[in-house]
């Protein structure tokens, strides 16, 4: 398969740290090289991270949009003129090939070295999308000149933390379900290449029907299970 980046990093990013695989190849060589390296997700490490792939040359940077983790890594490393790929992790999960041991940001920097992760259409994160609220920009700035107390700030910092727990605990039935489909992932994957079946919906297929369909004599008592039709 052909080589688009040469020099390709993915980041395994959570809220603590990430993972940064940059995975270098030469054109002249049939294998690729890959190392991995930890970062904080913190303003000063992630600086640091943009020179560490800068001195890389790094050609592109590849990530998933999970969560708000992302928002830091990807507006530092895009400020350093590197090209930041932010892609849909439904849609990396769901490609073919992956191995179980590999890694997400070792999955990533491959998908991106080939050219097989595509970013997602909209651009994340900025003020005034859309032509109709950019004409209005210096009135949206205006809007935001106000007074902010302590006391705001309190039942901000209150929101914020739970919109934090409730993330970290969506992170942790996520990584438990992973758990729990670890026997199933051979019918997982099978189902997952069904177009318009995505992984999470596999997941709740095998939920609620197993992976042995032997105890389905034909497809209608199958498709009578899930609810989706009748058998006299």
């Not at 001195?55 to 400020?79: C, G, N, Q």
């Not at 490609?95 to 991106?112: C, F, I």
């Not at 900025?126 to 920009?137: A, D, E, P, S, Y």
């Not at 727990?165 to 026997?183: F, L, N, W, Y």
Request: positive net charge; glycine residues 6%; aromatic residues 6%.
């Amino acid at each position: 398969m052909d080589i688009v980046h040469y020099r390709c990093a993915g980041l395994d990013i959570s809220k603590r740290d990430v993972k940064v695989r940059v995975r270098t190849q030469e054109p002249a060589r049939a294998r690729a090289n890959s190392k991995v390296t930890t970062w904080a997700a913190i303003t000063g490490q992630i600086l640091a991270l943009r020179e560490h792939l800068i001195t890389e040359r790094v050609t592109l940077v590849v990530m998933e949009a999970t969560s708000d983790y992302w928002k830091p890594f990807y507006y530092l490393l895009e400020e350093g003129l590197l090209e930041v790929m932010l892609v849909n992790a439904k849609h990396v999960k769901n490609l073919p090939g992956r191995k179980a041991d590999v890694s997400n940001a070792a999955w990533l920097a491959q998908l991106g070295a080939h050219g097989l992760v595509r970013a997602r259409p909209e651009r994340p994160g900025g003020h005034g999308q859309g032509q109709r609220l950019r004409n209005k920009i210096p009135e949206l700035t205006e809007a935001r000149n106000g007074r902010f107390s302590e006391h705001h700030a309190f039942l901000v910092q209150i929101q914020l933390d739970l919109i934090d727990q409730r993330a970290q605990a969506i992170d942790e039935i996520t990584a438990r379900i992973e758990v729990v489909m670890e026997p199933f992932r051979a019918a997982r994957d099978l189902i997952s290449t069904i177009p318009g079946i995505s992984t999470g919906v596999a997941d709740v297929i095998i939920a609620e029907n197993g992976a042995a369909m032997n105890r389905f004599p034909p497809a209608g008592h199958l498709a009578s299970w899930a609810g989706v039709s009748r058998i006299e």
